[in-house]
T-cell receptor, first 112, second 114 residues
Framework: KAGVTQTPRYLIKTRGQQVTLSCSPI?????VSWYQQTPGQGLQFLFE???????NKGNFPGRFSGRQFSNSRSEMNVSTLELGDSALYLC???????????FGPGTRLTVL | AQSVSQHNHHVILSEAASLELGCNYS??????LFWYVQYPGQHLQLLLK??????LVKGIKGFEAEFIKSKFSFNLRKPSVQWSDTAEYFC????????????FGQGTELSVKP
């Protein structure tokens, strides 16, 4: 069974640009959550999608957005990038919200 | 606010020593509890989980954890660590009615000396 895949794995952008990250869940998983991991703040919840609907949202500015497609794949978008957005962005998927979540390898975003 | 606290930022042990990593969460009702591990260069993997039932749960690689409801704690233990246990360990809590949202502790970096 293939694991959670995230693309791209590495990304370098400059301030003011926007970026789109992709997450493909394990087959059968309908819940997709996104997290930001930084050395200073640790792992912080961004949002969760289930059946194409945003179910929960963390405390991030509106520059961070996401969506989920009918095949459960999810994308997150960050607009007007800031230096502080440099982080590892992790995607986690599960069959349903409260079940065990499986994490992908992450996308390492560097903002210059 | 809901939060999770891990007692130790960095733990250094010799092989065969016993391990206990503390985790406390703020009161918020019914919870699901998890311990995840992140080995160097690898992604987060689930060590063990508690949803209900026996408060002593066993996970992979000889790890176990005990849920003590009265103390809002979920401490991770291993009787004898190995060099290969060197990794970062994260405690995470999922509160009832919060969907899939996991609140993570700050993480504990474990270094095991051979």
């Amino acid at each position: 069974k293939a694991g959670v895949t995230q693309t791209p794995r590495y990304l370098i952008k400059t301030r003011g640009q926007q970026v789109t990250l992709s997450c493909s869940p394990i087959s059968g998983h309908r819940s997709v959550s996104w997290y930001q991991q930084t050395p200073g703040q640790g792992l912080q919840f961004l949002f969760e999608y289930f059946s194409e609907t945003q179910r929960n949202k963390g405390n991030f500015p509106g520059r961070f957005s996401g969506r989920q497609f009918s095949n459960s794949r999810s994308e997150m978008n960050v607009s007007t990038l800031e230096l502080g957005d440099s982080a590892l962005y992790l995607c986690a998927t599960s069959t349903d919200s409260s079940n065990e979540q499986f994490f992908g390898p992450g996308t390492r975003l560097t903002v210059l | 606010a809901q939060s999770v606290s891990q007692h130790n930022h960095h733990v250094i042990l010799s092989e065969a020593a016993s391990l206990e990593l503390g985790c406390n969460y703020s009161y918020g009702g019914t919870v699901n509890l998890f311990w995840y591990v992140q080995y160097p260069g690898q992604h987060l993997q689930l060590l063990l989980k508690y949803f209900s039932g026996d408060p002593l749960v066993k996970g992979i690689k000889g790890f176990e954890a005990e849920f003590i409801k009265s103390k809002f704690s979920f401490n991770l233990r291993k009787p004898s660590v190995q060099w290969s246990d060197t990794a970062e360990y994260f405690c995470a809590v999922n509160y009832y009615n919060q969907g899939g949202k996991l609140i993570f502790g700050q993480g504990t970096e474990l270094s095991v000396k051979p």
